[in-house]
DNA sequence: CATTGTGAACGGATTCACAGCC
DNA sequence: GGCTGTGAATCCGTTCACAATG
């Protein structure tokens, strides 16, 4: 139906930059903006106009000529791409200091996912309720996730237990993980292992800060 | 000194790659790992050996043919480049529930980043102290962030008011922002301004997941 | 002899620039 | 006229493969 359906692969660039793309649609019609040129939405999303056309067109021929794009029907072809119809039911690992702010949180508006479900290994913890979600023990990981339906899963785990746990997850059938400890761990081809690690994070935008840019800052005024 | 005095910048892909790098020549140093060939630390961070060659290539003749690199030598160039020797003062602004995570959780072991202080614009919160780090009005930002020396920040506001806050912030002469709030914000061309954000990170994980491996799945036994 | 450092080939993503279309 | 969609050019990073080197 839809064109990476049929044949050819979305970048991978591209397919970054989707969930931008879709929130900042709902944003506009929550506005009420009903068309979008990609000039405009580039000065929204800081994204050049040409990246996002090229983006755009490996979806279908999306826009009209001289006119722009229909927000809603952007919407509608993005959210079947997200499948945002669809309930994405997650499960944490790891109920620290990080983990008890996720399950806090528990995902900002409707994006339509959803931490189901949160395991730890300390008695401490398990048993107690956050956010009405409780702390289940990590033995039972397969078993709890099975029965949730659990689509991805994000762990918190310090990195000295973290190749252990995610064994755990990994041997219960999970092909996708969030994983904010920093240390690299094995995993068969073909689980999708994403890594978040504000360390490093901050160690590269200083070092950019530092290193990379520090020519537009002694050249301070620029075409700005 | 090193290279990246003297002429060729280093590629942005190479910078992103730098923490991880040191990251884990500490952790072979406190093993007692006194060499390494560019293989065997493939095989440890999971990236090709030709990429770390091309990568530690930038910053001078690291290693030694037919025998490796010398990690104590290494370890000494990459804490130069990232300048760990000096301590990086952090402030954090927006002390909600992830706000309070990274405050208690204050930076693992000593990659020398502090946070040093914390903002609100709370009044139930502000006055108060996490992990003795008393929390201050954003009002004050500028005043405190010049006398505590700050380097960079670390906002967790929501994006209702981020863009209010990062002004505030930019005004005080920072130029290194890493930014939990997912909305684009404006800064001057100066500035530099690092996107985490949760919910675009595991959507695109999701959709990877969904779309972009599914044939590795199907055709499980591969070559793994 | 084993491994580095690097030219050269490759491939993916971005950007340019404009033909085609509304 | 104004904007999209897209060939073509360009940029950037990765990978190959091997000459140089201790």
Redesign the pocket.
Known sequence: MNKQDQNKPI?????K?IPLYFRYLRTLQESGVIR??????SQMIQ????????????F??????????DVPYLIEVFSEILSTQVEKRIALVGVGNLGKALLKNNFRRNENLTIMCAFDSDPEVIGTCINCVEIKNIHDFSEVAKKEGITAVITTVPSKHAQQAIDTIVASGITAILNFAPDRVKVPEHVNIQYIDLTTELQTLIYFDEHVSQVNKLGLAKKA
């Open positions: 970048p991978k660039a591209t397919a930059r979008i040129k990609s000039k405009e939405f994204v050049p106009s040409a990246t996002i056309r090229r983006d755009f067109s490996h279908g021929e999306l826009g009209r000529s001289g006119y722009g794009y």
